[in-house]
């Protein structure tokens, strides 16, 4: 049994490297032109994370929100007026001190050589793994992107919408519904503002009530955290378990009917992602957990090939807000 089973991760990890071959993208691009590029961004990452453990989740959300609009190509982190940075569903994105700290020491080391694309999905990994989460090799190679609009970020999955409306989005990426549970299960950790579903504690689709899908206990713990008529912008975590802590408690919370997002709580009510979001909760403690933190590499690596620009395309920012 043992031996099958390392033979089916040779073999999935033997996919995902042709995968990123084919997309441009290589393991150690960087040995040669910039021996030091990974463990600089690993410093960096350790630094901030040090100071501020909830910057993980931040970085990861960052990468999340850059791959759906126009592919992974830094262009989320272009600051403007029409930017992609702008636009509403990129206000509460977080981390790009980290990526701008961590680009400023490569151009000091390694002038032009790696792209502020590369940088960001190089701290999602480390913030995952500092966060008691998997590691994973990175295939890199990215160029940056040119262009970056406000008005282009449609393409985001917005907490409001119905799993059907989020499986085409990702579906359009390239992504199927394993991949959707699997990468929507970072938010075991990270926050939300009460704005996005205080709706659900008090009024939900204007019934004058509570969202029945939501665990009974549960709701009391929340309208104590968010008030119908408190700040919207104080935070509350998506895990209320542990929620610094990557782990497979985020999906025994939706089983329970402890989904603080609307989008997150609807993974059970939809057929197809009930059966990946139980395979993950589960009930054999350890085992599932690893299993999660076998499958959440290889969605990543799938979603940071997205659309990537490599060879000729793009350009190689000196500064990561700004086009060269």
Known sequence: ?????????????????????????????????????EAVVRSTVESHFSKDPTIAAGLLRLQFHDCFVQGCDGSVLISGSFAERSALPNLGLRGFEVIDDAKAQLEALCPGVVSCADIL??????????????????????????????????SLPSPLESIAAQRQKFAAKGLNDHDLV????????????????????????????????INQTFLSQLQALCPQNGDGSKRVALDIDSQTKFDVSYFKNVRDGKGVLESDQRLWGDDPTRSIVENYAGHIKGLLGLRFDFEFPKAMIKMSSVEVKTGLEGEIRKICSKIN
């Open 182 to 213: 699997t990468l929507v299960g970072a938010h075991t950790i990270g926050q939300t503002d009460c704005l996005f579903f205080r709706y659900r504690l008090y009024n939900f689709t204007t019934t004058g009530s509570a969202d029945p899908t």
């Open 121 to 154: 999905a190089l701290a999602a990994r480390d913030a995952v793994d500092l966060s008691d989460g998997p590691s994973w090799t990175v295939p890199t190679g990215r160029r940056d992107g040119r262009v970056s609009s406000s008005s282009q970020t449609s």
């Open 1 to 37: 049994m043992g031996a099958v089973w390392l033979i089916s991760i040779v073999n999935l990890m033997m996919v995902l490297l042709v995968r990123s071959l084919e997309s441009g993208l290589q393991n150690g691009f960087y040995s040669s032109s910039c021996p030091k590029a």
